[in-house]
């Protein structure tokens, strides 16, 4: 469909009698003869210079009376989408969105394909574009036109991820942004690598030949009724602050284990180097980390510790930085594996996932038997890497498990671990299947 014509009818409101769909102002050609709008909503939209956001998927009657918007509909007759250079003008149901003084840009939904989204130029000189709003790509080296777009789009699911994961700690929870940042940036086809400060995604393509199944353990936790998981956030803040100080940093400032490394401008390695170094196996006592970083115990309590762990005596500073360090050094090593894709990829994988989920019981301690058991119930069965996923302490295991037994795995993993148990049995139908990477969350704007 030429993009020269790509008008959308916003909402459900019936297409108005008009002479024509544009005019030489506005850069674009006359409806043609018998041709019918198609009834899609407009689902984002740029002010004058491409700067002011608008709410342009809104019926005429209740668009927003905002800079760049008119303040009454034109009327039927009026044979220009627009009065003036740079000026929005809802057309009885249609958008037109600048992107310049003399451009303007039309977003627009397929409406027998929701979930592409197409933009059309009314400058001749730049081409139509379409992309899935599941698989986002900017190529930063060749600037383009519609790239304006695409790093709006773009930074809106990177604000909302952020303003998600501060969101959950109202309820008392020290949570990172994992689960929301995949949640917002995830594509359809490719595992991400997310990095925080600031928050970015990059694909890793994971290698042919394995499905990735995941199997619920049925047993749930509350993170936000429980302690466990504040208690490993301060342990792994504490064990920063006394990494720090070992150093001569600022220990104060200091929050989190990646702040040491990337102050001491060392690698992964080294850090797990230095971990044994200063620290020993044993447990700390609260009063032997006031000693260390030279403070009392109520300024522990009040000035690190969360609310819900004021009260714990003892925290392991050893096991939770060595897990932190090697569990990122694992999932660097993952991604270099999926990107150079030798011959052994899917075993060299599943070895990394057995570690990472031998640490995070042994060293994180945030395994629980059920999950154990699982786990290793999925290797039993044929599955090359399985691990624990989440927070922990209860949740899913998730396994990779070769293409050509993937059927046979699902019936083994089910009839092992599920019907021996009929609280599992009963939640069995939503708890064991196979998957790959899909989209994430969309904002969709509809009148």
Request: aromatic content about 6%.
């Amino acid at each position: 469909m030429s993009g020269r014509w790509l008008a959308r009818q916003l909402g459900t409101s019936p297409a108005p009698e008009h002479p024509d769909l544009g005019g030489e102002e506005a850069g674009l050609p006359r409806r043609p003869e018998g041709r019918e709008t198609l009834p899609c909503p407009v689902i984002a939209a740029y002010g004058p210079g491409g700067r002011q956001p608008a709410a342009a998927s809104l019926p005429p009657r209740t668009a927003p009376r905002g800079r760049g918007w008119p303040r009454t509909p034109p009327p039927p007759s009026q044979s220009s989408w627009r009065s003036s250079p740079g000026e929005h003008i809802d057309y009885c149901g249609y958008a037109v969105l600048p992107m310049a003084i003399e451009q303007d840009i039309l977003i627009a939904v397929e409406p027998v394909k929701p979930q592409v989204v197409q933009l059309a130029n009314t400058n001749p000189l730049y081409s139509d574009f379409s992309t899935s709003v599941n698989n986002i790509h900017i190529n930063k080296t060749k600037p383009v036109w519609h790239n304006y777009f695409l790093c709006g789009l773009k930074g809106i699911q990177v604000e909302l991820a952020e303003i998600c994961t501060k969101t959950e700690r109202y309820v008392g929870t020290e949570g990172g942004g994992m689960d929301q940042s995949i949640s917002f940036l995830a594509e359809e086809g490719t595992a991400k690598l997310i990095e925080f400060s600031p928050l970015r995604a990059t694909d890793v393509r994971l290698p042919s030949g394995a499905a990735f199944v995941i199997a619920n353990s049925c047993v749930e936790m509350n993170k936000a009724a429980t302690s466990h998981y504040n208690i490993r956030v301060m342990e792994c803040r504490l064990a920063t602050k006394l990494l720090s100080k070992s150093k001569g940093l600022e220990w104060k400032k200091m929050l989190k284990l990646q702040d040491v490394q990337a102050k001491l401008g060392v690698s992964l390695k080294e850090m797990l180097t230095i971990v044994e170094e200063v620290f020993h196996p044993e447990p700390y006592s609260v009063e032997e980390i006031c000693t260390c970083l030279g403070i009392s115990l109520e300024e522990l309590r009040t000035q690190i510790l969360s609310q819900n762990t004021q009260d714990v005596t003892s925290f392991k500073l050893y096991q939770r930085a060595k897990h932190v360090y090697s569990e990122a050094g694992r999932v660097l090593e993952f991604k270099k594996i999926c990107s150079e894709a030798p011959a052994s990829a899917l075993q060299l994988l599943g070895e990394l996932m057995n570690q990472s989920h031998i640490s995070c019981r042994d060293m994180y301690e945030c395994s629980c038997p059920e999950l154990d058991q699982l786990v290793d119930i999925c290797l039993q069965f044929g599955a090359i890497g399985s691990r624990l996923t989440g927070a922990g302490w209860g949740g899913c295991t998730v396994s990779m498990v070769p293409s050509d037994k993937l059927s046979t795995f699902l019936t083994n993993v089910k009839e092992a671990y599920y019907k021996s148990n009929d609280q599992r049995l009963a939640l069995e139908k939503n708890s064991l299947f196979a998957t790959k990477p899909g989209g994430g969350a969309l904002v969709f704007l509809e009148a």
